[in-house]
């Protein structure tokens, strides 16, 4: 069918185009940027689901470029791990372009309305297409104009957004450099930048100090790029001040595209045994994100602002999945790739919520929730939901990726990294259960004046929690039908 075989270019190259029409339509008549933006995302769903569903059926497919045979040629491979990670990101940037209307208009003024739907397209194609090309210079592309549009999109915060901005600009930066350093080193050492070509290429190759020292560079560098510990300085400013949608859009996104782009280099540019054996990094960011987990964790406890809390969490969510990917087996692989799902819906439905309430109370103080349960009782339901989810409890989706990260630590008889799993979900539950408290139990005088949300941006609240419980019961469907394929045979 026609849809199937250019839905990987259209995915990427239709919010590009509409991007661009965008802004100069916005100009004429700014009411018409919202509606283009969702229609946009609303057809790149549909075609994600396309491709998700033909990956299942069919397997692993290509699609070339200008006709260019690879490896001179750009080629977009699609296998099951980036089917999943591109639906989860076109899901994400589909919800959040609904409920971004009115908390736009609320937080940013009139005139830069057409800009900031040109900039959340151009985000969601970069996105789109770090996850769909089998190529590793034209990640890096898609990486700049992601960051370039989420540097931007930060800026037009509140007023401590631009220096939050610069400083994501400089350390993101920073991370693309590392990348395209490893690119280069690739390049010199093989003549290809082609992945599959690559994977090809480079076993034979693997003592060599040049490519040590690409595969050093990249993963210094994606690791800037997803705010791992200790480069993760510039996240919680970033988060905390960008607008509401933005927040919500980036913490869902970004960091798990990151994290695909982690795994590609690592298990399939890179055999496993490379990782493990021959430079064993594996073991090294097992104990950093053991640390980044109790690190985010206890920072998160300390702070009363909601973005700051759920920033901070960010840090620790994106240790469990690196920690996922270092414990090198099947069942930890398995836990990472779940969880890069689960986490993308639970930080969706937290940061929409941050949004509810700051939209309704003007307010990022928790100890400003009270009675908040009353007045606005669907979003506060939503919270209890993500608030589960996030403590690891069933039958929502943080507890079955939560349980086969603990099942691979357990096997490699890593206890303390099992323990540092644990000690996040517990400090997780007395972070959501205080805040619960505060929302239900306490009163506070400004609540007679508060209702719910405009439908707008309840709906998107609700489905990510209904998301939340529904990939909870569906877990074991989405590992057998999707990432069992992703797993490497090493495992």
Not at 42 to 67: D, K, P, Q
Not at 94 to 104: G, H, P, T
Not at 206 to 217: L, P, V
């Amino acid at each position: 069918m026609i849809v199937l075989e250019h839905a990987a270019i259209l995915v990427v190259v239709i919010p590009l185009l509409v991007s661009f029409f965008n802004v100069i339509i916005g100009l004429w008549k700014k009411n018409l940027c919202y509606p283009m933006t969702v229609l946009t995302l609303g057809f790149c769903l549909i075609l994600t689901v396309n491709i998700i569903v033909s990956v299942i059926e069919i397997g692993t497919f290509s699609y070339r470029l200008g006709g260019w045979t690879p490896p001179w040629g750009i080629e977009y491979v699609i296998d099951h791990l980036n089917a999943y990670i591109a639906i989860i990101v076109s899901f994400i940037s589909f919800i959040f372009a609904i409920y971004s209307r009115k908390s736009i208009e609320k937080e940013i003024s009139s005139e830069k309305i057409p800009y900031f739907y040109t900039l959340y397209l151009l985000l969601a194609a970069g996105l789109l297409g770090i996850t769909l090309t089998g190529d590793l210079f034209n990640i890096f592309v898609f990486l700049e104009i992601t960051s370039l549009s989420a540097y931007a999109l930060i800026a037009i915060g509140d007023e401590n957004a631009p220096l939050a901005s610069f400083n994501y600009l400089i350390m993101g930066t920073i991370g693309a450099c590392f990348y395209l350093l490893g690119v280069g080193y690739l390049y010199i050492s093989t003549g290809s930048l082609n992945i599959a070509d690559l994977a090809g290429l480079l076993p034979g190759l693997y003592h060599s100090k040049t490519i040590i020292a690409a595969f050093g560079f990249f993963i210094v560098g994606i690791a800037v790029k997803i705010a791992f510990f200790p480069f993760h300085i510039w996240l919680p400013d970033a988060y905390t001040h960008a607008p509401s949608a933005v927040s919500a859009f980036v913490a869902s996104t970004m960091t798990k595209v990151g994290a695909y782009v982690m795994i590609r280099i690592m298990y399939t540019v890179f055999e496993p045994r490379f990782s493990t054996d021959i430079l064993p990094i594996t073991a090294i960011l097992g104990w950093i994100a053991a640390a980044a987990i109790i690190f985010g964790s206890i920072l998160a406890l300390a702070q009363k602002d909601i973005k700051r809390i759920l920033s901070y969490i960010i840090i620790a969510e994106v240790g469990y999945i690196v920690m996922g990917v270092s414990i090198a087996n099947k069942s930890g692989f398995t836990g990472a790739v779940l969880h890069i799902m689960n986490d993308a819906l639970m930080m969706a439905c937290l940061f929409s919520v941050a949004g509810a309430i700051i939209y309704r109370t003007g307010s990022r103080d928790i100890y400003t929730f009270g009675g908040l349960g009353r007045k606005m009782p669907f979003t506060m339901a939503a919270l209890f939901v993500s608030a589960v989810s996030i403590a690891g409890l069933p039958p929502t989706a943080g507890f079955f990726s939560k349980w086969y990260l603990l099942l691979g630590t357990i096997y490699e008889k890593k206890w303390i990294f099992a323990g540092s799993l644990i000690f996040s979900s517990l400090v997780n539950a007395v972070i959501f259960f205080r805040i619960l408290e505060i929302v239900y139990f306490k009163k506070h005088p400004q609540t007679g004046l508060i209702k719910e949300v405009p439908m707008s941006m309840l709906i998107p609240i609700l489905i990510t929690a209904g998301g939340i419980l529904i990939t909870g019961f569906y877990s074991g469907d989405i590992i057998s039908s999707i990432i069992r394929f992703a797993v490497p045979r090493e495992f």
